[in-house]
């Protein structure tokens, strides 16, 4: 997949539509945005919740999120024992050619990136920073919280703590009688429980509207989180059709919560440990105080590229590779959406266990509303991740030169 085939795609304003319904939460309706809009400065004081997810706010607030969750965060602990983080020598070339006369630095740039990183076996082998964020600083991941949810819930799997093909009402007595739960613990993971598509968070009234209300992304009045995910509305019955929606992800920490006892951020913690994480992140509150992992998890970028290499070098839970990897089951491939983030990418792309895969590719792929993208290629076990501040929930050419320079990435240190 080349550049400027990616950057050729026609259609952009449908593939915006797939887009922004694939990864997850975006408060604010479309508008006409400029550069000169994001590099004006900010005036802190003019930060209200209603543009704290708007250009040119968003950049400072994503990187300070504990400061403006609406019902504020708890924190996630770093590991015991910090894995050994050093530098290489030789970095990544980010004046290299990446096409059309630009370097790649010159593509970072173009997205907006305020952070990009390369990992393996616990060594840096390229690094950049801008728009203020530095490597102390914390960052909203928004989505890309998905896979770090569907890798815990996938560890209770392999301890015989959940059964994927158990329903979520036999764990949760609450859930009895509601249409969400009579979908089994592996529609949820893999987002095809039933539920509606996420796709009116910029409609007054919709139901990602409100829940976002629920979850402290945006002001209003809400009636309680959990209560929101009970009655969650179903169009279809589990397991029929993939659609994204991130209530069946904060449904993982409430199954999670249920059968081990423990608070979701004592949870990420753990794995947290696990990877070697080396810095103290948080995650997100709801209205109800209990934690919402669809969005709402912010970590260091040394951090999540030390996430997306723990993923890379199959040092996850057995059971999510399994998942993840069974494409047969897969129900987002030969979906409108699906199709248009194949044609979007150039190369298939499918969904299990809340995280995204690149078959052709073996890459296991998180992604966040505004740019905060991570791939880890599971043959070199090198992770790739990207901080970055576009202007809106899903933007298919920023979006698509992201994977196509992770792909560039990767083939180039294989190659070498």
């Known amino acids: 997949m080349t550049q400027n085939a990616i950057l050729k795609i026609s259609a952009l304003s449908m593939l915006s539509a797939i887009v922004a319904a ?28 209603k543009n704290m997810q708007s250009w040119p706010y968003y950049k400072h607030v ?11 965060t708890v ?3 770093a590991a015991e024992n910090p894995a050994p983080v050093t530098i290489a020598d030789q970095q990544f070339d980010l004046q290299q050619d990446f096409g059309d006369g630009r370097s790649f630095a010159d593509s970072l740039n173009g997205t907006q990136t305020k952070g990009f990183l390369i990992i393996k076996d616990n060594v840096i082998l390229g690094e950049f920073y801008d728009n203020g964020f530095n490597a102390d600083q914390t960052q909203l991941l928004q989505s890309s919280s998905k896979t770090y949810a ?12 959940l059964d994927p093909n158990a329903t979520v009402e036999s764990y949760l007595p609450d859930f009895k009688g509601s249409a969400i ?27 990602a509207f409100v829940f976002e209300i629920e979850q402290g992304l945006k002001p209003g009045d809400p009636s309680g989180h959990r209560k929101a995910v ?44 696990d990877f070697g994480a080396n810095s103290r992140g948080s995650i997100a509150l709801t209205v109800d105080g209990t934690a919402s992992p ?3 998890i912010s970590t260091t970028l ?11 070098q199959g040092k996850a839970p057995k059971s999510f590779y399994a998942s993840v990897e069974d494409v047969d089951k897969d129900l987002l491939r030969e979906s409108e959406t699906g199709n248009g983030m194949a044609a979007l990418f150039g190369t298939p792309v499918t969904y299990a266990s809340q995280a995204w895969y690149l078959p052709e590719h073996n890459i296991i792929h998180s992604v966040g509303s505004y740019g905060q993208v991570g791939f880890s290629d599971l043959e070199t076990g090198i992770a790739v991740v990207f901080m970055q501040d576009w202007e809106d929930n899903g933007v298919p050419a920023k979006n698509a030169e992201t994977v196509a320079r992770a792909l560039f990435v990767i083939d180039q240190l294989k190659a070498q």
């Open 62 to 72: 994503s990187a300070h999120w504990d400061d403006y969750g609406l019902f504020g």
């Open 302 to 312: 040394r951090d999540y590229g030390l996430f997306h290499q723990w993923i890379a």
């Open 22 to 49: 694939t990864i997850g939460s975006g408060a604010l309706a479309k508008s006409e945005v400029t550069l000169n809009d994001f590099y004006k400065p900010i005036d802190l004081s003019d930060i209200t919740p």
């Open 230 to 273: 009970i009655e969650a509305k179903t169009q279809n019955a589990p397991g029929e059709v993939y659609t994204y929606n991130d209530k069946n992800t904060d449904l993982l920490a409430m199954l999670a919560e249920g059968v081990t006892g423990e608070p979701f951020n004592k949870l990420l913690s753990d794995m947290f440990d």
């Open 75 to 77: 924190p996630v602990m």
């Open 294 to 296: 669809s969005y709402g």
């Open 150 to 161: 569907g890798i815990i819930a996938s560890k209770l799997i392999d301890e015989g703590k």
């Open 181 to 207: 739960g009579k979908a089994k613990v592996q529609h949820v993971l893999d987002m095809t429980a039933g539920l509606l598509p996420a796709t009116d968070y910029h409609v007054p009234g919709g139901e």
